[in-house]
């Protein structure tokens, strides 16, 4: 099996992960979220007068929390994905 | 990023949902029919629906110093249509909003929109002209997976300029703030998904290629030349 792809895509992670060492080092970018951003440019537009329509009704009480309810969205979608790799392809070397 | 709770006013948050929710309904319906006349497309339908899942919880950062997420949609459009990656789009936006107090529920109708609606229409439409074209099978995924991710996030601009301006002029120069923050920064990141989704597909291919056959995703002509077997 050919594997010119997966050297592909490997070049286009290490362009972006030098692209982000590079950056990092360099600027004193803060690498918040661009939804926060997005906020500040409406409280920019409206001068800070908007209100929230709503609130969210539950939030991590810290950012180790939503890092980890984040990183188990990751995993567990993985496994599935992974899982039923490995299901095909052990029941194709059956077959 | 999607539009966060409470930060869409009154009028334009019901627009979104008036627009989403029929296209929900109608991919509901799609799904339904799908599964109960083919159960074996279950498995892939639950890995298009993780790849969205692992997709939109990995925040990046991108060349002008903010972070954002890939959608992970494109998969889930080029098999199954852009009506049923709605529905997994609004599974994954909801346990957003319920348990990360990311994007939210007043917003949820304009975030599905995005990422659950535009984002895979563009995706698919460039799927199935590219495939016509004759076109390298992974590079045409990786275009539809990288515009449709692209597309989200300039449609999200779209929606949030739409809603805080009082006139054209204010919306063009609002346009280009907000797609400013969301566009620029997706650049990168939609490159990304674009080639993490053409990966995907070769394994997928190489494993179950009889599912997207019959699926009429690809050709079984496109798969045994992909897979280098000679007819």
């Not at chain 1, 099996?1 to 992670?13: N, P, Q, T």
């Not at chain 1, 360099?26 to 209100?51: C, F, H, P, R, W």
């Not at chain 2, 009506?83 to 994954?92: E, P, R």
Request: glycine share 8%; aromatic share 12%.
């Amino acid at each position: 099996m050919s594997r010119k792809l997966e050297l592909i895509v490997a070049a286009i992670f290490l362009i972006f992960a030098a692209q982000f060492l590079y950056m990092s080092s360099t600027t004193d970018a803060e690498y918040g979220g661009a939804d926060g951003e997005a906020e500040e440019v409406i409280m920019e537009v409206t001068e800070g007068k908007y209100e929230p329509v709503a609130e969210p009704f539950w939030e991590p009480p810290s950012g180790e929390i939503e890092c980890l309810l984040f990183g188990l969205q990751a995993a567990f979608g993985s496994g599935i994905i992974f899982y039923f790799l490995g299901y095909y392809r052990g029941k194709n070397q059956a077959t | 990023m999607h539009i966060m709770e409470g930060f869409l006013p009154t009028p334009w948050l019901l627009l979104w949902f008036a627009i989403s929710i029929p296209v929900l309904a109608y991919g509901i319906y799609k799904l339904d029919r799908l599964v109960s006349k083919k159960r074996e497309i279950l498995p892939l339908l639950a890995v298009a629906g993780a790849f969205v899942f692992v997709l939109s919880s990995l925040k990046l950062p991108s060349v002008n110093g903010s972070c954002s997420h890939p959608t992970g949609t494109g998969m889930a459009a080029i098999i199954f249509g852009p009506a049923i990656s709605a529905v997994l789009g609004t599974i994954v936006l909801l346990f957003q909003a319920l348990f990360l107090a990311h994007g939210g529920l007043t917003t949820l109708g304009a975030n599905v929109f995005s990422m659950g609606i535009a984002g895979p229409v563009v995706a698919y439409l460039i799927y199935k002209a590219g495939m016509k074209a004759k076109l390298n099978f992974f590079l045409v995924v990786f275009l539809a997976a990288t515009l449709g991710d692209w597309t989200t996030y300039v449609v999200t601009s779209l929606e949030l300029a739409l809603a805080f301006s009082g006139s054209t002029a204010e919306f063009l120069i609002l346009f280009e703030k907000f797609a400013t923050v969301f566009a620029v920064t997706q650049v990168p990141i939609a490159i990304m998904e674009g080639a993490v989704t053409a990966l995907l597909f070769k394994y997928v291919i190489n494993v179950k290629s009889d599912i997207l056959v019959e699926l009429k995703v690809v050709e079984a002509a496109v798969v045994n030349k992909i897979k280098g077997v000679s007819l």
